[in-house]
């Protein structure tokens, strides 16, 4: 951080700010927006939403004066407002990749089809990629990243997300030369896997979150989606389908998290994983052979091992975006990336009996809800990944409550950017 804030200030000094547009001003990208005001050589230039006064709203709540924000849908108008130091707002998604001196785009928006045509319009016009959308990475990640190194421009999940801030401590870990066994989050809520936006709509208005947002929290799903998007950075898997997800705290984690040989609960090494009970900590179990290193760590109060975890108790979500995109900008390095491709897919449930002909909705409605599974087993099954199904998928039979939902159970919406980029990759990727 400490070369991260000269740098700022010597780019605001030379009046070369990073400017960068967000996508989205829900409490994420309303968070990322206000907190970017306060760091040098850095600029929310341009804010887009679907509703322009929620915008200009986010930047009014961050203290710029009203005379200083441009609001326009048109390309030209948005160019000359950057190019005179305004804060722009604008409509229309597709001007955050064709703005000029726009450095990166930041997708706050949570909605999978959204994330792949922005993404991919970003990268056409070599800008940096930050997705808060782990919707979207988690179904197509894979294939944008490698769309993004051809480019040469970075696309990079965020610090302050749960993903990024298992990254930190699992590059830590194999940085020091530690052998990382497991890595995980904590969980924010008790499971109900029938969690819905009536359910929880009460809750969500105290927490000032969308109902399906805070029922995709409960449900369980937006946490199987975060465990893919760390399975896919590093080549971990679920130890089973959905993961164990334990209750324990901090001090008893290195007990569950170790084989069932040795007490534990794993059946293997090498997996992604959530507790209850750490929330909203993440954590990375580790060991060594050396007697020495073991000698040493106890000596630092880190138990006597042979497993060990370190544990972050917080992270900050957006209002560590910052973070993300100095690096991408500045070092030209992603906080995480799906570099190791497809390893794992969060796959549908039905979340309620289901008729032949109904439609269903999306992540954090009344009708689905995900799991982790291994991207193979997926595939060898004909899982359907959750990102794909949205409003306009049919159900072609009778599906049951709890059951898996597969490719011919149902119709999907074949002409979105998603499904497509999703079709590209598994003929690609495997």
Same mark, same amino acid.
């Given at each position: 951080?400490?070369?991260?804030?000269?740098?700022?200030?010597?780019?605001?000094?030379?009046?070369?700010?990073?400017?960068?547009?967000?996508?989205?001003?829900?409490?994420?990208?309303?968070?990322?927006?206000?907190?970017?005001?306060?760091?040098?050589?850095?600029?929310?230039?341009?804010?887009?939403?679907?509703?322009?006064?929620?915008?200009?709203?986010?930047?009014?709540?961050?203290?710029?004066?009203?005379?200083?924000?441009?609001?326009?849908?048109?390309?030209?108008?948005?160019?000359?407002?950057?190019?005179?130091?305004?804060?722009?707002?604008?409509?229309?998604?597709?001007?955050?990749?064709?703005?000029?001196?726009?450095?990166?785009?930041?997708?706050?928006?949570?909605?999978?089809?959204?994330?792949?045509?922005?993404?991919?319009?970003?990268?056409?016009?070599?800008?940096?990629?930050?997705?808060?959308?782990?919707?979207?990475?988690?179904?197509?990640?894979?294939?944008?990243?490698?769309?993004?190194?051809?480019?040469?421009?970075?696309?990079?999940?965020?610090?302050?997300?749960?993903?990024?801030?298992?990254?930190?401590?699992?590059?830590?870990?194999?940085?020091?030369?530690?052998?990382?066994?497991?890595?995980?989050?904590?969980?924010?809520?008790?499971?109900?896997?029938?969690?819905?936006?009536?359910?929880?709509?009460?809750?969500?208005?105290?927490?000032?979150?969308?109902?399906?947002?805070?029922?995709?929290?409960?449900?369980?799903?937006?946490?199987?989606?975060?465990?893919?998007?760390?399975?896919?950075?590093?080549?971990?898997?679920?130890?089973?389908?959905?993961?164990?997800?334990?209750?324990?705290?901090?001090? #008893? !984690?290195?007990?569950?998290? %170790? @084989?069932?040989?040795? *007490? &534990?609960?794993?059946?293997?090494?090498? $997996?992604? =994983?959530?507790?209850?009970?750490?929330?909203?900590?993440?954590?990375?179990?580790?060991?060594?052979?050396?007697?020495?290193?073991?000698?040493?760590?106890?000596?630092?109060?880190?138990?006597?091992?042979?497993?060990?975890?370190?544990?972050?108790?917080?992270?900050?979500?957006?209002?560590?975006?910052?973070?993300?995109?100095?690096?991408?900008?500045?070092?030209?390095?992603?906080?995480?990336?799906?570099?190791?491709?497809?390893?794992?897919?969060?796959?549908?449930?039905?979340?309620? #009996? !289901?008729?032949?002909?109904? %439609? @269903?909705?999306?992540? *954090? &409605?009344?009708?689905?809800?995900?799991? $982790?599974? =291994?991207?193979?087993?997926?595939?060898?099954?004909?899982?359907?990944?959750?990102?794909?199904?949205?409003?306009?998928?049919?159900?072609?039979?009778?599906?049951?409550?709890?059951?898996?939902?597969?490719?011919?159970?149902?119709?999907?919406?074949?002409?979105?950017?998603?499904?497509?980029?999703?079709?590209?990759?598994?003929?690609?990727?495997?």
């Amino acid at each position: 951080m400490l070369n991260m804030n000269k740098k700022l200030i010597q780019l605001a000094n030379q009046d070369n700010h990073i400017k960068v547009a967000i996508v989205g001003v829900g409490k994420m990208g309303k968070g990322l927006v206000n907190q970017m005001t306060r760091i040098k050589g850095m600029i929310p230039a341009l804010v887009i939403n679907r509703n322009g006064e929620k915008a200009i709203n986010a930047l009014l709540s961050a203290g710029i004066s009203r005379d200083d924000i441009l609001f326009s849908n048109s390309l030209k108008d948005i160019n000359r407002g950057i190019e005179m130091g305004k804060y722009v707002v604008s409509e229309d998604m597709d001007m955050a990749s064709k703005a000029n001196g726009i450095q990166a785009v930041v997708d706050a928006t949570g909605v999978p089809e959204v994330g792949a045509k922005l993404s991919l319009a970003a990268i056409d016009n070599r800008k940096h990629v930050i997705m808060l959308n782990v919707e979207a990475d988690s179904v197509v990640g894979p294939l944008i990243y490698k769309y993004a190194q051809k480019a040469g421009v970075i696309y990079t999940g965020t610090a302050g997300d749960e993903p990024g801030a298992v990254m930190e401590l699992y590059d830590f870990a194999l940085g020091l030369g530690f052998e990382v066994l497991a890595i995980g989050k904590g969980k924010n809520n008790p499971v109900n896997l029938e969690a819905n936006p009536d359910i929880v709509y009460e809750e969500a208005l105290k927490k000032e979150l969308k109902p399906n947002m805070l029922a995709g929290f409960i449900d369980g799903t937006n946490t199987m989606i975060e465990m893919t998007c760390m399975s896919n950075a590093t080549g971990f898997v679920p130890d089973i389908r959905g993961g164990h997800g334990v209750i324990s705290n901090i001090d #008893d !984690l290195t007990g569950f998290m %170790r @084989l069932r040989e040795d *007490g &534990g609960v794993l059946n293997k090494y090498g $997996i992604v =994983e959530y507790v209850r009970g750490i929330a909203p900590g993440v954590f990375a179990i580790f060991t060594t052979k050396l007697e020495e290193v073991r000698n040493h760590l106890k000596y630092q109060n880190m138990g006597s091992g042979p497993n060990y975890v370190l544990y972050r108790p917080y992270h900050l979500t957006s209002l560590e975006t910052s973070i993300t995109i100095f690096e991408a900008c500045v070092n030209h390095e992603a906080t995480i990336a799906p570099t190791e491709g497809a390893i794992s897919d969060a796959v549908t449930i039905a979340k309620k #009996d !289901l008729k032949k002909g109904e %439609r @269903l909705d999306r992540i *954090g &409605g009344y009708t689905v809800y995900g799991s $982790i599974e =291994e991207h193979k087993i997926a595939m060898k099954e004909n899982l359907v990944p959750i990102g794909l199904i949205d409003e306009n998928t049919r159900a072609l039979r009778d599906i049951k409550k709890g059951e898996f939902i597969t490719y011919d159970m149902v119709e999907l919406d074949t002409t979105t950017t998603i499904y497509k980029l999703r079709q590209i990759q598994d003929k690609e990727m495997g």
